[in-house]
C-alpha cells in the first residue's frame, strides 16, 4: 500500500481544507444546476411537477455529497479505490439478478428512495480504481505489456455487463473513458492505435450481440428519412427543434417541439434540443461555456497536484464529464447515432446526478489536497 506523506498544510482542519475549496468550481456547478431546473420546469409547462421538484431534492443532495467527499483526506480514497469498484462490480451484477425493468432495459435496483442505476456508480469507480493501478505502477514498469492487462479487465468486465441490460451508450463512455486514463497513465500512442484498430475490427462480431432497436439506431444514423415515424422519429423532431428555435429561440416555455410533446424525452436525454429551441443558439452556447469551463478548471486542477493519484483521479474525473456532455450533444444533433445519456447536471435522474457529484466532490478533493505528497513505488519494485 503507498504511503501517505504531508510535506505541508500537516493535520488539515476542516476549515482549512473548506477555504481550500476551488469555490468558482462549485458556483459554475450550481450554475448549471440551475439552468437544469429551470428547463425541467419548462418541460413540465411551467411546474416543479413531475421532474423538477425532485431534480431540487437530488441536487441538494448531491452538493452536500459534492462537499463532503471533497474535504475527505485524498488518503483515504486511494485505500478506498478498489472497495469501491468491487462494490460499483457487485452491483452490477445484482442488475442481472434483482433489477427493475423500464421501458424494455434492466438498468436499475429499485431500493425505495431511489431507483439506483449502478452502471452510474461504475463510472466513478473505474476512474478511481485505474488511479490507484497505475499510481503503484513502477515508472520503469509502464512499457511492459503485461502491465495493462489487470487494467483491460477492470474496464471489460463492467462494460460487458453494462451492454448486456443494454446500455450501449454508458457501456461505450466507460470502454473510452478506461482508454483515456490508460493512456495518461502512460501506454504509448502507437499500442493506444492497435487496441482502437482492433476495437474497430471487432466492429462486425459485436454487431451480431446488438439488440435490434440498436442496430435500428445504428443504421438511422445514415439515413434517418428512411423511417421518419420510426427508428427515425427522435432525431428528425430533435433537429427540427434545434433548427426552429434559430440564433435567440422561441422564449421560455415557448418551446412548441417540445409542449405538443413531439419531441421524445425531453426532460432527459433531448433537453439539449429542448434549450436551443427554447433559448437559441447564444442561448446553448452559453450553456456550452459553463461545460468548457469547468473542463478546463478540471484540467488545471489536476495539473496542479503533487501526487500522480490526485493528477490521474482529476484527469479522469474531467474526461469522464467532457464525454459525457460530448456524447449526449453530439447524438441530440445528429453527429453520432442515438446512444441515449443524459447531459450532465440538466438531465432529469437521481442516480446520474448523485454520482456525477461524486465525481465532481474527488476533482475538487484533488484541489484541496493538491499539496499531498503521495509515495510511489520505486523502480524495480513489485505489484501494487
Not at 459485436?206 to 427515425?232: C, M, N, S
Not at 422564449?251 to 432527459?268: M, V, W
Amino acid at each position: 500500500m503507498a504511503q501517505l506523506e504531508i510535506r505541508s498544510h500537516r493535520g488539515f482542519r476542516l476549515a482549512e481544507r473548506l477555504l481550500r475549496l476551488d469555490w468558482l468550481l462549485v458556483v459554475l456547478v450550481c450554475a448549471l444546476g440551475a439552468v437544469g431546473i429551470g428547463m425541467l420546469i419548462s418541460a413540465a409547462g411551467g411546474t416543479t411537477e413531475p421532474w423538477a421538484a425532485r431534480q431540487i431534492v437530488w441536487f441538494g443532495a448531491g452538493l452536500v455529497v459534492m462537499l463532503a467527499v471533497a474535504v475527505i483526506d485524498i488518503g483515504f480514497w486511494l485505500r478506498a479505490a478498489y472497495t469501491i469498484y468491487g462494490l460499483a462490480f457487485i452491483l452490477l451484477v445484482s442488475v442481472e439478478l434483482l433489477g427493475a425493468a423500464v421501458m424494455g432495459a434492466q438498468r436499475w435496483i429499485d431500493i425505495g428512495v431511489i431507483q439506483l442505476q449502478p452502471s452510474e456508480l461504475m463510472k466513478i469507480a473505474l476512474v478511481l480504481a485505474l488511479a490507484r493501478y497505475f499510481h503503484g505502477i513502477p515508472l520503469d514498469a509502464l512499457g511492459r505489456i503485461r502491465i495493462y492487462i489487470p487494467p483491460l479487465l477492470m474496464i471489460l468486465a463492467p462494460a460487458a455487463l453494462i451492454l448486456r441490460q443494454p446500455d450501449l451508450g454508458t457501456a461505450l463512455l466507460l470502454a473510452l473513458g478506461g482508454g483515456i486514463m490508460l493512456f495518461l497513465a502512460g501506454l504509448k500512442a502507437w499500442k493506444m492505435g492497435v487496441a482502437v484498430a482492433v476495437v474497430l475490427g471487432s466492429g462486425p462480431v459485436v454487431w451480431q450481440f446488438l439488440h435490434d432497436y440498436q442496430k435500428a439506431r445504428i443504421l438511422t444514423f445514415f439515413d434517418p428519412e428512411a423511417d421518419p415515424l420510426g427508428a427515425g422519429y427522435h432525431i428528425l423532431q430533435s433537429k427540427i427543434a434545434l433548427g426552429s428555435g434559430g440564433l435567440f429561440g422561441k422564449g421560455y416555455l415557448q418551446g412548441t417541439q417540445s409542449h405538443l410533446n413531439f419531441l421524445p424525452e425531453k426532460q432527459t436525454d433531448f433537453i439539449f434540443t429542448m434549450m436551443a429551441e427554447e433559448l437559441g443558439f447564444f442561448g446553448v452556447t452559453g450553456v456550452l461555456l459553463l461545460y468548457l469551463a469547468i473542463a478546463t478548471y478540471g484540467v488545471v486542477i489536476s495539473s496542479r497536484s503533487n501526487n500522480h493519484f490526485g493528477r490521474l483521479l482529476g484527469m479522469g474525473m474531467t474526461v469522464t464529464f467532457f464525454f459525457h456532455v460530448f456524447f449526449n450533444v453530439a447524438m441530440v444533433i445528429g453527429l453520432i447515432p442515438i446512444v441515449g445519456l443524459p447531459l450532465p447536471l440538466i438531465s432529469y435522474g437521481g442516480s446520474a446526478m448523485l454520482s456525477l457529484m461524486l465525481g465532481l466532490g474527488l476533482l475538487l478533493c484533488v484541489g484541496v489536497h493538491r499539496d499531498v505528497v503521495i509515495s510511489r513505488r520505486p523502480a524495480g519494485g513489485g505489484s501494487p
